[in-house]
């Protein structure tokens, strides 16, 4: 891990580096990249273009578009200068070398929880205020942050101090929102400090309870406690039943690349798969059990995507459509991307050969 990474528990988080982050949030965001902003209302967004786009900074420009589309200045009185700040911190604290957890994927899931407010008539059917929204945002934004490119299962095997701290549940769901927090106790980042002291606490309880329902270990046990919410006689989304509701719009954002476009989608599958590789490598050195689907000497890439597609993908997106009607048409682009993974199965099978067949 980077010198920087877990810095909570390390406590080696240099300050210093803020004073470059204030100088780079002066200049105006170019008008090339506001005309392209356009594709941010499409689920045919194109993440990977918006990184080059913004030599590298796809997640703090994304998050200037959010204050400027809502016009954060003028109906929360959120301060422009500590949200930039804020932000280019936060994108600092993603992992470049990452394959999959970097701040390319959390521009990818803000977007798709801004597109589930804006055109998946969430607001239309739980009539969100502004405060819910952009509460809702910074929590997409922040949800992998300072994410060590290993998962809790990992931690918790190597008895990292993350894993001690938080008694092996959602650590790296813990750790992603306490460290967002954390740096918003420095003034300069706090982006809440001109809520109330109720807003505020509105604002922490929606981005943290979001961010904590990333952890697909609660997968199952989440879904199944939204589906019979919905059908409790007193379910209502619009006030007791809301922040369990955006706990699973996050969620779905974060588990949305089977439901892009298929160009979109395999960029993201062949990435997510090498970041879980590298762990079943390390944990093949280390001598421990390597999790499932992480040994790249027994999984076929296909048959991996046929089954999470299958299986997992497709029903939970169901059940959410059901709830979303303008997000239907996912179901339809997560058929089409199966399809394809069925007439690469031989391939991947072949290419599965020859890597053990070269195996060390």
């Known amino acids: 891990m980077r010198k920087s990474s877990l810095y909570l528990i390390r406590n080696k988080y240099d300050r210093r ?3 470059s982050v204030i100088n780079k949030i002066t200049s105006p965001m170019p008008k090339e990249i506001i005309e392209w902003m356009k594709q941010f209302k499409t689920w045919n967004f194109d993440s990977f273009l918006l990184n080059e786009l913004t030599s590298n900074n796809p997640l703090s420009f994304f998050m200037q578009y959010i204050y400027q589309a809502y016009t954060l ?9 500590k949200f930039k700040a804020f932000f280019w911190e936060v994108q600092e604290l993603y992992h470049k070398e990452n394959p999959y957890h970097n701040a390319i994927h959390a521009a990818d899931v803000a977007q798709a929880v801004f597109y589930f407010l804006e055109k998946g008539d969430v607001n239309l059917v739980w009539g969100l205020d502004l405060l819910e929204t952009i509460s809702s945002l910074i929590g997409a934004a922040v949800h ?3 994410h060590p490119g290993l998962n809790n299962y990992y931690l918790v095997n190597t008895r990292c101090p993350l894993a001690v701290i938080y008694n092996d549940k959602s650590v790296l769901e813990n750790y992603h929102v306490a460290c967002a927090f954390n740096l918003m ?3 300069k980042y706090d982006i809440l400090s001109s809520l109330t002291q109720e807003w505020n606490k509105v604002s922490r309880s929606i981005i943290v309870q979001t961010v904590l329902g990333t952890d697909n270990a609660v997968h199952f046990q989440h879904l199944n406690s939204f589906k019979a919410r919905k059908t409790a006689s007193d379910y209502d989304p619009k006030t007791k039943d809301k922040i369990d509701s955006l706990t699973l719009i996050l969620h779905s954002a974060d588990l949305s690349n089977p439901t892009r476009p298929l160009d979109y989608s395999k960029k993201w599958t062949m990435r997510v798969l090498d970041e879980f590789f590298q762990q079943g490598d390390k944990e093949r050195e280390l001598g421990l059990p390597i ?7 027994s999984v076929n890439v296909a048959q991996s995507q046929i089954g999470f597609f299958d299986f997992f993908a497709k029903p939970f997106f169901s059940e959410v459509s059901e709830s979303f009607p303008g997000m239907s048409f996912v179901i339809g682009n ?3 991307n199966v399809e394809y993974w069925k007439t690469q ?6 290419e599965l050969e020859e890597l053990i067949a070269s195996k060390p």
């Open 17 to 19: 580096r803020a004073s």
């Open 73 to 81: 200045d003028d109906k929360l009185d959120m301060d422009k200068k």
């Open 144 to 146: 992998d942050l300072d």
């Open 185 to 187: 106790r420095d003034e």
């Open 291 to 297: 999790s499932n689907l992480w040994d790249r000497y």
């Open 334 to 336: 997560i058929e089409l």
């Open 345 to 350: 199965t031989k391939r991947c099978q072949k």
